[in-house]
């Protein structure tokens, strides 16, 4: 590895606390040349990689919390241990109970059940700097990097759950796409008062790979929709009362029925403006399963070189 190339991650440290508040004082101000400096006045030069790496971690993993996670609102995440292929399986509801009369048998149920493969994918970036930018870094651009990359991590997630999936229509085992008439999951209304509520009926209607019917509805649907039918989307789930006919003047208004029937969910993920989507809660029906490594959905790497000891 190139001695200029530095990847982020962190270590334990053992050093005084006066010059740990020191040298988190000096990032905070945006200066790197100054901390290492700080630890070079405390003899600690050596500690500098471990502390910048430390620092590194905590910035770029808040600002991976800090991007609104929307994906997780329509997905169930889970974990896969390691890269090799995955069956994930989907069983049907079981059969309705028969009644059973006197000295009669009980019948057998049988199961049906759905599979669909998936592997895992690494996703990464790294970025290099040299002592000399570490020394020029008036404008924070190093002190600010951890944090780009943190968002771009939490980018990445909502766009492989809103473009890679939803947006995708990809092809599922059956060979038919994701969204498909014959699945009564496709339509091509505009977003509207007629269209949801025709898109919440046929979900309630939907059944599993054997017929049943699945009633298992406890939470509001998440409408998800792109910025541009933001506000058709509040004013559908959100009024309280909708304007009817105008009389001598008067708008006469009825009941809003729709008012609280959904989660209305906004991505600027979805490119099309005018896709919109209905999509169950995933604790009462996971539609959409994301899969991680086991552990932390973002995992970064340590500082690997250490830097000169200026002076010295």
């Known amino acids: ?57 905590r910035v770029l993993l808040d600002a991976y ?21 995955k069956e994930l399986i989907r069983v049907s509801e079981a059969e309705d109970l028969e009644e059973v009369r006197e000295y009669e048998e009980v019948k057998d149920s049988t199961l049906s059940e759905s599979r669909e493969k998936t592997k895992l994918a690494v996703y990464a970036r790294k970025f290099k700097i ?18 780009r990359f943190g968002r ?82 509040r004013k559908l789930v959100g009024s309280t009362l909708v304007p009817q006919t105008s009389i001598g003047g008067q708008i006469l208004a009825d009941i809003n029925t729709l008012r609280g029937v959904a989660e209305v969910v906004v991505t600027p993920f979805l490119t099309d403006p005018n896709d919109w989507y209905l999509v169950a809660d995933p604790t009462d029906l996971p539609c959409i399963e994301r899969l991680f490594a086991a552990g932390p959905a973002v995992h970064p790497r340590r500082v690997d070189r250490r830097f000169p000891r200026v002076g010295q």
Not at 17 to 39: D, H, I, K, M, Q
């Open 130 to 147: 040299s002592w000399q930018t570490v020394v020029n870094d008036d404008l924070g651009f190093i002190r600010d990097q951890p944090a």
């Open 65 to 85: 919390r800090s991007v609104p996670d929307d994906w997780r609102k329509i997905v169930r995440p889970g974990d896969m241990r390691d890269f090799r292929e």
């Open 152 to 233: 771009a991590a939490a980018r990445l997630i909502n766009r492989l759950v809103f473009q890679g999936i939803l947006q995708a229509n990809p092809t599922m085992a059956d060979g038919l796409p994701l969204f498909h008439a014959s699945r009564g999951n496709l339509g091509s209304e505009p977003l509207s008062e007629t269209a949801l509520q025709n898109a919440i009926t046929a979900l309630r209607r939907m059944k599993d790979d054997s017929g049943a019917e699945i009633q298992v509805f406890t939470k509001p649907p998440k409408l998800v929709v792109p910025p541009e039918l933001e506000w058709t989307a």
């Open 1 to 57: 590895m190139n001695k200029n190339e530095v990847l982020l991650g962190s270590l334990r440290l053992k050093s005084d606390p006066e010059t740990l508040e020191r040298f988190a004082e000096a990032l905070e101000r945006g200066s790197l040349y100054r901390a290492y400096e700080v630890l070079k006045e405390a003899g600690t030069t050596s500690d500098f990689p471990i502390l910048m790496g430390n620092a590194a971690n």
